[in-house]
């Protein structure tokens, strides 16, 4: 076989190659792509004469926007009347599988005595594929209270992800949309059984 030949076999080899290689990153690239739109709401209730401050903060790519701030200072008798808010959190936009929005949501207990204020983020939902997790500092469980010391600050997050083992191959081929997710988080005063 003459150098050139060999020259020419070795170089179609490469390009080959290389063209293999290339077609993979693209099916890895497009595996990981996906069109979803989601818009969710987030339910405050306080119950009791409740002094506290809410603030609501969105999270994407290192960017923070505030979404609501809500200061409590009701007075309700204990037990008989609930104040409600439902603050809309805005559309949340997926196009990779793996991309994630976090809602930071800090509760300060603005009591100037020596008054607690429960916590409890009661209820989580969302359908497949939408994934909601609590984060916490103090790995707090949904549906568990935690009580707020006077003038202290409590943050909690909840990140909203896909769920890679629930995406149809519908879904991933077409995306989808008209994905509601909500949050409902209680706050009392004085314990910790915000229900």
């Given amino acids: 076989m003459t150098s050139a030949k060999k020259k020419f076999r070795i170089a179609a080899t490469l390009v080959a190659m290389v063209l293999v290689l290339m077609m993979m990153c693209m099916g890895i690239y497009a595996a990981n792509i996906i069109n979803v739109t989601n818009s969710g709401t987030l339910a405050l209730g306080s119950s009791g004469d409740v002094l506290a401050d809410v603030t609501v903060v969105k999270v994407r790519d290192n960017t923070e926007t505030t979404i609501a701030t809500k200061s409590y200072d009701r007075s309700y008798e204990e037990g ?20 994630y929005v976090d809602y930071e949501i800090t509760i300060t207990n603005k009591f100037d005595t020596d008054t607690k204020v429960a916590v409890n983020m009661t209820t989580m939902t969302a359908p497949d594929p ?16 935690h009580a707020i010391e006077k003038g202290q600050s409590y943050v909690m997050t909840v990140r909203i992800s896909l769920d890679t083992t629930k995406i149809t191959a519908a879904q991933e081929e077409n995306g989808f949309t008209a994905q509601e997710f909500s949050f409902v988080l209680k706050i009392e005063k004085g314990s910790t059984t915000a229900a």
């Fill in 130 to 145: 939408i994934k909601l997790e609590l984060i916490t500092a103090d790995n707090l469980v949904a549906g568990t209270a």
């Fill in 80 to 99: 008989v009347a609930t104040a409600e808010d439902t603050i809309g959190l805005g559309l949340v936009e997926f196009t990779k599988v793996t991309d």
